[in-house]
């Protein structure tokens, strides 16, 4: 199935791109696409577990299930004030 992927701030400076469609496989999660990715981008692994991720513009957890044409946008923390 196909997703695409959008990451934002220095999300998109650690992956070297801020949109992409990936290929992934049937039933994949968030967690998963995103274990993938830390092994071939190393400054992802810096983020810690703080990521936020939104799929089809909708905050989820890592937990959540992928479908066909998703698109999950995966952002750093953010604070303000």
Not at 26 to 40: A, N, S
Not at 47 to 73: I, K
């Amino acid at each position: 199935m196909k997703i695409k992927i959008k990451a934002f701030a220095n999300v998109k400076e650690a992956f070297g791109f801020d949109e992409k469609d990936l290929t992934v496989s049937d039933g994949i999660t968030v967690r998963e696409v995103i274990e993938q990715f830390k092994t071939i981008c190393e400054p992802l692994n810096e983020f810690n577990g703080s990521l936020l991720y939104a799929v089809n513009e909708a905050y989820c957890p890592e937990s959540t299930v992928l479908m066909d044409e998703d698109t999950l946008a995966i952002f750093p923390p953010v604070s303000g004030g």
